[in-house]
């Protein structure tokens, strides 16, 4: 179904206010993705943050004109898949990759992040990214370290002092005649 001039300009004016927030995008051939494949794909895209979109190419180099995904242009060529990160810089990585195993036809092509292209083997460093809450949850181990590491070294410090916790020293007492 051919857009007219009108539908164009919506396609890319979404794509590019998508592409202006975005953490990463990776650019995947589809040809011969089957209906099934694509809704599945599209259903676990929306639940894990990743805009996902079918777009005529020039349409998608107009949208990324400004963004730090300019980069690609020269690269989108053939039919193409768009999976940007809307909410965390490694979710379109494994959307791609966890779809490409189960179908031979889904092949990545390119990897933008920070505004440098990479080439399609880097899905699997962006796949490997930590998830959001993985990240917090690391840093919060970073963050109590230094605490554990004092109170370790205060009762390495007690122990070596007097066995532990201190006790008060027992005087012989002489007994009353």
């Known amino acids: 179904m051919a857009l007219n001039l009108s539908q164009k ?13 975005a953490h990463s995008l990776i650019a995947a051939e589809y040809a011969g993705t089957t209906v099934s494949q694509m809704t599945a794909m599209r259903k676990k895209a929306r639940e894990t943050g990743v805009f ?33 990160s809307t909410e965390e810089p490694g979710a379109a990585g494994r959307l791609i990759k966890e779809f490409a195993k189960g179908n031979d036809k889904l092949q ?17 460093v962006l796949a490997s990214l930590p998830t959001r809450e993985q990240a917090l949850a690391m840093l919060a181990r970073v963050l109590a370290e230094p605490a554990a590491m ?10 070596k002092q007097g066995g532990g916790e201190a006790e008060a020293p027992v005087e012989a007492q002489a007994e009353p005649a």
């Open 52 to 84: 996902l979109k079918v777009v005529k190419n020039t349409l998608a180099a107009r949208a990324v004109t400004g963004t730090e995904y300019e980069v690609a242009k020269d690269s989108m060529v053939g039919p193409l898949l768009y999976a940007f």
């Open 108 to 124: 990545p092509k390119l990897v933008v992040v920070g505004g440098q292209q990479y080439p399609a083997t880097h899905v699997e």
């Open 150 to 159: 004092f109170a370790r070294a205060v009762k390495a410090v007690a122990d």
């Open 9 to 21: 300009k919506d396609v890319v004016a979404e794509v590019a206010e998508v592409a202006a927030k």
